[in-house]
Structure formats: C-alpha cells, structure tokens
C-alpha cells in the first residue's frame, strides 16, 4: 500500500527534540513507517532559511519534495499541498514528534479501513481526510500505537522526549527481569544525557566492550578491591550495552553492522570477564581446578553463540532472539494447532515437562542476572561462587545445546 503525507513546515519545525530537529525526525518516521512520498508545504518567507539548513541536515541525502506557497496565508499552502497529492493519507499541520511505530500502526488502519477520516496528537495529525484543509470538525480522535506528541513549548517537548524514550523498554520477556526493574531505569536516564551531542550508537557500543575487557582485566588480579571495580565496570558496560540501541531508536541511526557489533560484542566481554573470573580465582586460591573450569565453561559458551550466530546468520537477521530452543518451538507449534479446527496432522502435546521448566529457568539465565549476580558477589568478597554458578549453568547450556544440534531436528533451515 503506497502512502503520501504533507507537512506543513514553520520554524519550529526546526525544533530540536532527543537530538534531533522535528522535521528530520517526522519525515524519517514517514518513510521507515511504508510512506513513499512526502512533501513539505513551506512559505516563501521560510524557504531560504530551510534551503541553507537541508545540506547541514539527516534529509541531505534523500531530501523530501518541497512544495512552495505564492502566499503565505493558509489557503495558499493548502492548496500548495493539493498540488502535491490530491488526497494525501496524512497531513502534519503542527510541529509534532512521531516515531515509525506511530506511522506503522497509521498504515495498519489504513490498510483496514481505507476509507478512515481520523485526527489525532491535538488535531496536529490528520489521517487520510478529505481535502487538505482536514477532516470534519466532529470526527473523533484515533488511537494508535507508537509516539504522536504536539510540541509547541519546552513543557511539551520534555513530554515528547520522555515518550520518545519510553518507548525503549522492552517488555519482561525480552529485557530480563533485572533490565526491565533496574538497568533499563538507569540506561534511559543516561540516553537523555547523551542525546543532544553527536555519539553514534556504535561508539556507545565500543566503549562497553571496553569496559567490559577492562572489566576482565580488573578481576583477573583476584584481589578483593579490584574485583569490585571489575563488578562495577561490567554492571557499567552492561548500561552502555542498553543506551546504544536506545540512541540508535530514537535518533534513527539504525545500522547491521551496528547490530552485528552489539552482538559479537556481548559474546567478547562474556568472554573476558568469565576468565577473568577463572584467573583471578586461580590465584587467589592457587587450584588450577578454576583454570580448567573456566576453560571449558569457555568453551561451552563459544559452542552455545556459535549455534546462535549461524543460525542468525543464516537467517541473515542480527537478532538473537530468533533463535528458540526445541521445547519453545514445540510450544509454538502446539499453540499454532490449536488455532486450526481441523489440523490436517496430529496434533502436538507442546514441551515435556522438563521442556517447561527449562522455559522458566532460562530467564534466570540471563545476562543481566548474571551480570547484576557478579557485582553482589564480587562486594560480598564471593565472586568465585558466581564463577561456578557460571560454570555450572555453561554444562547446562552444552548439554542443551548439543541435543538442540545433534539430537533433536537440529537447526531450521532460513525462511521454515
């Protein structure tokens, strides 16, 4: 479904809102949301001032069509817009910052009802009326999903940022429970911090796996202060960890090498501090046992993210919740039979009961628990229990791993 929007530019447009400007913020949700065509309806008055700022600008490389007004009273400009489409699918009447979320669940209306008269964000939003002036002054407001907020003074604009960023945190799910309650709170706080200055979301991702090795490094010495600098540092690379893609959403600075980079760099600083633990452990307790433990528990956790990265790779997605272990595809199918009247095969029981358990015992396997795990333990002076616990949760990784690969219907071929 092909869609058009129109936004009517004014000065503040230029508004900068979570380190970026109205404008460049509306027509980059525009477009990553299924809209192809998007004008600007701009007053001669404007028009020079905007022609200086598009070079400087996100929109340098794929400026939108600019429309321009004989006059500059309101009329003219409508009627610049008609010129442009004659019934566009949106109109942004007002300085408003939306997201794609917003523009997606826009296009989903739509696409069921194509025929829908809606306004929404104050009136500032108007979805698919009937002239370019806008809808009927009685029509109710539509809901949708995503950030839709008027932004006409500094109160209004700390709202809009605030959503903005709200819109970050992930469900239980996916964060875990101690990113959901604790590091997501404070990775949103530090994203606000850093929005208005020029870092991209691959710097942020740099430095935490800096931190991350450094972290490795501060443990390895096995004494008690450094350990807890290193507990601190991997809690603190753990943030940055959250904050990349938090910048990366909302300054639409979206990349796959980006998101590969995430990614491979969790495995690097996993890997690190694990045998930082193992060294550290070894020499403050001088039993090469922790050398031989942390080497396998090494060993299993490379085995563990070399299936996932394949398999994401093979997908060529770099998301690593793509990968379902075999009692979580069961689940899925079984679900997925219960929604047909007539399967046309027997019907699966979903996971066994183990199958069940492992469900709820993998979001205590998190990295986040774990990481929040190492800091507690590493200011009890306890670290080494947590490198067992991390061993022992490593065999049982290997073990699941080994009949998810070798036993079981191995890995789903790309597009099954």
Known sequence: MSLSAVLFH?????TRVAGMTLLERAVLSLRRGGVSRVGVVVSPEDKAELDRWLPTSRLARQPPDFLFAARSSDQSLAESAASFTAEPDLVIRRPVAIDWSFVSGVRAALEEDPGL??????????????SARGPRQNQEPAAFGGTAVSVMDRSTARQARKTLLGQSIKPLEIDGIVCYLLIRRLSVRLTTLMLPFPITPN??????VLLGIVAGVAVSTGTYQWTVIGGGLLMASLILDNCDGEVARVKHQFSDWGAWFDIYGDF??????????????????????????????????????GTVFRYIHRLGIPDEFLFKWWFDQEADAAALEAEIPEPVAEPSEGPSSLGRILSTLKYLGRRDFFIFAYLMTAILGVLHWAFWATVA??????????YQVFFWKGLPHAGK
């Open 117 to 130: 008269e809606a306004r929404t964000a104050n009136g500032a939003i108007w979805v698919r009326p009937r």
């Open 10 to 14: 004014s000065a503040q447009q230029l």
């Open 203 to 208: 710097l942020i991702t740099g430095l935490s």
């Open 393 to 402: 949760g490593a065999a049982m990784n290997f073990v699941m791993t080994c």
């Open 268 to 305: 690097v600083v996993n890997a690190a501090f694990m045998a930082g633990m193992a060294v550290g452990a070894w020499r403050r307790f001088d039993q090469p046992v922790y050398l031989y433990a942390g080497a396998f528990a090494l060993f299993a956790v490379t085995f563990y993210n």
